[in-house]
């Protein structure tokens, strides 16, 4: 057997091993970014949030706790908000007089950990939209990204896309 046709089946023979190696669900979970989280405020909120990021964007996984680039706090007054850092990276503010006034608490938390994912608001007003935020109204409850949302996020956390969102959201406001 020549040299050039044993390297090719050599490297048949380790694709194969690959393949086997590594089953389809395990390449995705490899190819997730961790973004850790953590919450002084809202807490159950906060991890059924991460819960939700992490099952509709397969290129990030939220988890609590290590050195958290997501912060989650309380505070009254002002408005929920996110102030980015980068990309995977927010501190952000829970305000209780939006919880009082009507809006959803997990919507707003949602939200909020959207824009430290790099999704910007959306003005629109419409429920589905998860980035639409307070525009939607206290009516609506929805803490789940569309398909595009998620698939925007999903994007940025594929290696391709290198963003900062610099904008400050102030939740209440729409």
């Not at 490297?11 to 091993?17: D, H």
């Not at 706090?73 to 503010?93: Q, V, W």
Request: with cysteine; proline share 3%.
């Amino acid at each position: 057997m020549s040299l050039r046709k044993f390297s090719t089946v050599l490297a048949s023979a380790a694709m194969a091993l690959v393949a086997v190696a590594v089953p389809a669900s395990a390449e995705t979970s490899v190819l997730a970014r961790t973004v850790y989280y953590s919450a002084s405020a809202y807490s159950s909120q906060a991890d059924q949030a991460a819960q939700i990021w992490s099952s509709r964007a397969p290129n990030v996984r939220m988890v609590r706790g290590g050195n958290a680039t997501i912060r989650i706090y309380g505070t009254t007054g002002g408005g929920s908000r996110a102030y980015p850092c980068g990309l995977g990276c927010a501190t952000i503010y829970i305000d209780s007089r939006d919880i009082a006034a009507g809006h959803n608490a997990l919507r707003i938390v949602t939200h909020e950990i959207g824009h430290g994912l790099g999704l910007p608001d959306n003005y629109n007003g419409v429920c589905s939209y998860l980035m639409s935020g307070g525009s939607a109204g206290t009516s609506c409850t929805n803490p789940y990204p569309n398909s595009q949302e998620a698939a925007r996020v999903n994007q940025l956390f594929a290696g391709g896309v290198a963003t900062t969102v610099t904008k400050t959201d102030v939740y209440a406001n729409r």
